[in-house]
């Protein structure tokens, strides 16, 4: 597929979409706010952080080298 046909392929899915998370984040993986330098996280993306930071602070994690082991059993199956 030539550039010119891909670029027309894409033009027509973005004009037939009214997704406008995935608008979003068309526009911002193209660099439109790059001269910000700043990413916006979404209000889920916050929310998720924020739970994560609070399951470290709760001791609700597993260490690198947990994991490992666990994966190193699982493999040994």
């Given at each position: 597929?030539?550039?010119?046909?891909?670029q027309k392929k894409l033009i027509e899915k973005i004009n037939e979409?009214?997704?406008?998370?995935?608008?979003?984040?068309?526009?911002n993986f193209f660099g439109a706010d790059?001269?910000?330098?700043?990413?916006q996280l979404s209000d889920?993306?916050?929310a998720?952080?924020?739970?994560?930071?609070?399951?470290?602070?709760?001791?609700n994690h597993f260490t690198n080298d947990e994991v490992?082991?666990?994966i190193d059993?699982?493999?040994?199956k």
């Amino acid at each position: 597929m030539s550039i010119i046909e891909l670029q027309k392929k894409l033009i027509e899915k973005i004009n037939e979409t009214d997704d406008a998370a995935l608008l979003e984040d068309i526009y911002n993986f193209f660099g439109a706010d790059e001269e910000l330098g700043i990413y916006q996280l979404s209000d889920k993306q916050i929310a998720i952080i924020e739970q994560s930071q609070q399951q470290i602070k709760d001791g609700n994690h597993f260490t690198n080298d947990e994991v490992n082991k666990e994966i190193d059993e699982w493999l040994e199956k």
